[in-house]
Structures are given as C-alpha cells and as structure tokens.
C-alpha cells in the first residue's frame, strides 16, 4: 500500500477542486437525473487518463505543441456555450423546478455532455496524463499507484453525485436552483477566460 496511498491522496488533490465536470456531477445528482451513469462515466474517463499517464503516454501530450491550442480553445468554446445555458436557466425563474425540467435531458445528450466536459479540458491531459504519469514513476508500484488515483476518482464522483441529494431540501425552493445555475454559469464562464488568458 506505499504506493497506493499517495495515488489515491494526488489523485484526490486534482479533482476535489470546483471544476466544470464536478458541477455537472453535483448538478445531476441535485436533479437525480442520470446519476449513476454520470458518475461512472466520469470514473471510468479518469481511469483512462490515469492509466495513460502511467503507461508513461505523457510524453504523446507534452512533446505535440499543437495539442494544448487545439483542445484550449475547442474547451474554452465549450464552456462559454455550457455556461450561457446556465445562465439562460438561472433566469427562467421557477420552471426549472418542475420534475420535467429537472429529469430534463435524455441519457445520450446528457453523456456527450459529460463527456465533452472531461475531454475537453486541457487541464485534464497535464494533470491526470503527464503529471500523475510523471509522478507515478517515482514509486516502486506504478500499478498501485494508478489503482490509489482511480479509486481516489471514482470514489469522488459517487460521493459527489449521491452526496448531492442531502441538499435536496435546500433546492426544494426555487431561489436555490436559480443561484445554482448562476453561479455553475459564472464557473464555466471563468474558466473559459482562464483558459484563454494563461
């Protein structure tokens, strides 16, 4: 397990932080809509980079320049799109309570989704490809220590898409879901000039 831990504690330390896909997950699981397979898409989309990385793929990702532009700016057009949407919803008012809207999106539509939220941030390839990948190789059991980091990953994504229905008394009012969207739209938006203006 000396191999395991620090996996799972890096692995942890990168995605704890709010990010576009953690508010989808906590989103979805306000909602209750699709939880299981957000999550486990998100867990399993980790579990893909992780074991790039440390199959020492890094070096695809930090030796092609043209990667980062590309995904930078497809990641950035994203997320200002996502989080006009957001923004959109935030205005609305009280619909976005009604048990159609918030079960609103068909499993297909809401994966792509989730899964644009993932792969097209640039940020996952440093952190999860090169960075965990690098850093993997410094301990004697890179496999241990890939399985600390997934499980670190999906151990995230369930507690914060399940964990999100303690809330749910708090979203029963319509105000909160209004400041929810808002503040996930100004997220996006954030992020989107981040990833512009590093």
């Given at each position: 397990?000396?191999?395991?831990?620090?996996?799972?504690?890096?692995?942890?330390?990168?995605?704890?932080?709010?990010?576009?896909?953690?508010?989808?997950?906590?989103?979805?699981?306000?909602?209750?809509?699709?939880?299981?397979?957000?999550?486990?898409?998100?867990g399993?989309?980790?579990?893909?980079?992780?074991?790039?990385?440390?199959?020492?793929?890094?070096?695809v990702?930090?030796?092609a320049?043209?990667?980062?532009?590309?995904?930078?700016?497809?990641?950035?057009?994203f997320?200002?799109?996502?989080?006009?949407?957001?923004?959109?919803q935030?205005?609305?008012?009280?619909?976005?309570?009604?048990?159609?809207?918030?079960?609103?999106?068909r499993l297909?539509?809401?994966?792509?989704?989730?899964?644009?939220?993932?792969?097209?941030?640039?940020?996952?390839?440093?952190?999860?490809?090169?960075?965990?990948?690098?850093?993997?190789?410094?301990?004697?059991?890179?496999?241990?220590?890939?399985?600390?980091?997934?499980?670190?990953?999906?151990?995230?994504?369930?507690?914060?898409?399940?964990?999100?229905?303690?809330?749910?008394?708090?979203?029963?009012?319509?105000v909160?879901?209004?400041?929810?969207?808002?503040?996930?739209?100004?997220?996006?938006?954030?992020?989107?000039?981040?990833?512009?203006?590093?």
């Amino acid at each position: 397990m000396t191999s395991f831990v620090p996996g799972f504690a890096l692995g942890l330390s990168l995605i704890v932080a709010i990010g576009a896909q953690n508010a989808f997950v906590l989103r979805q699981g306000l909602a209750r809509a699709h939880v299981f397979p957000v999550c486990l898409t998100c867990g399993l989309s980790d579990a893909l980079l992780i074991a790039a990385g440390v199959a020492e793929f890094g070096w695809v990702v930090s030796s092609a320049p043209w990667i980062e532009p590309v995904f930078t700016w497809a990641g950035a057009a994203f997320l200002a799109v996502y989080g006009a949407s957001s923004m959109r919803q935030a205005l609305r008012g009280t619909a976005v309570l009604s048990v159609e809207v918030r079960a609103a999106g068909r499993l297909p539509a809401v994966l792509a989704t989730c899964l644009a939220l993932t792969w097209l941030n640039p940020h996952v390839y440093l952190d999860t490809v090169v960075l965990l990948g690098s850093v993997a190789s410094t301990y004697p059991d890179r496999l241990q220590f890939a399985l600390g980091a997934i499980t670190a990953s999906f151990a995230f994504f369930f507690a914060l898409g399940y964990g999100a229905r303690l809330l749910a008394p708090l979203f029963a009012r319509p105000v909160a879901w209004r400041v929810l969207d808002g503040i996930v739209g100004l997220t996006m938006w954030t992020l989107a000039a981040m990833l512009l203006l590093k």
